[in-house]
């Protein structure tokens, strides 16, 4: 009798492994996003509030259930990261698969850069002057913000910056002199500084006979009436 039971138990055990493992790749999706549930309660990459980026997919945290978590959508479309007025549920299971960036976790400032090509012929030395000035005026309070935001975040994550500070860059390409600013910005008002930026460069630009900006186009180059004397053909 005992021999009986004994099989009957293997065979039981036998058949609730097999259930077992069939239910387990049914509801992989499932199981997947209750960990990742559990991971974003325990681990807190993002909370309600925060900005972040995920699957190629950027938008505002306004819920976080347990088998998916919502946001709404910026970007996409619409340019300079504001809000395209969708709501998107992602599953919880992603954030164990794909990598994730938090706008504003730790340090809630970002780097923007602002590209002005100006032809060969301009003043660029005026204009890397001028450039330097609007951010000053503009952008170089943000960057005393930000000076506190880094050392609170540098108590917790290895995030050090030298120079917090607007600066200018230059380039030579293929059309013109790339002046290139770069400066720190709320990622929510990166539209509205970029704004402000072009506001203030157009304006002066327009006061200076000898600066212009670069664009496609088609001339002709007489070397023998344009070029330098020494080069001249």
Do not use: C
């Not at 400066?183 to 500084?193: A, C, G, Q």
């Amino acid at each position: 009798i005992a021999r009986i039971w004994i099989e009957g138990i293997g065979s039981i055990f036998s058949y609730l492994g097999i259930l077992s493992a069939g239910l387990a790749i049914a509801l992989t999706d499932t199981i997947a996003n209750l960990a990742g549930w559990l991971f974003i309660l325990l681990r807190r990459p993002f909370q309600v509030g925060d900005r972040v980026e995920i699957g190629g997919l950027a938008g505002d945290v306004i819920d976080i259930r347990i088998f998916q978590f919502s946001v709404l959508e910026v970007g996409n479309w619409v340019d300079a990261d504001q809000s395209t007025g969708r709501i998107v549920h992602i599953p919880n299971g992603k954030v164990m698969r794909e990598p994730l960036a938090n706008y504003t976790k730790g340090f809630r400032y970002i780097w923007h850069e602002v590209a002005i090509l100006l032809t060969f012929e301009s003043n660029w030395q005026e204009a890397k002057r001028l450039l330097e000035k609007i951010a000053e005026e503009k952008v170089h309070q943000l960057s005393e913000d930000a000076e506190e935001q880094i050392r609170q975040a540098a108590r917790k994550y290895m995030i050090f910056y030298g120079k917090l500070t607007p600066k200018v860059f230059l380039a030579v390409k293929d059309s013109g002199v790339l002046l290139t600013l770069r400066y720190l910005v709320n990622p929510r008002r990166r539209r509205s500084t970029e704004e402000e930026v072009w506001e203030s460069v157009l304006e002066e630009f327009a006061r200076n006979d000898d600066i212009d900006f670069a664009y496609p186009t088609v001339r002709y180059y007489d070397n023998r009436s344009e070029g330098k004397k020494g080069l001249q053909a």
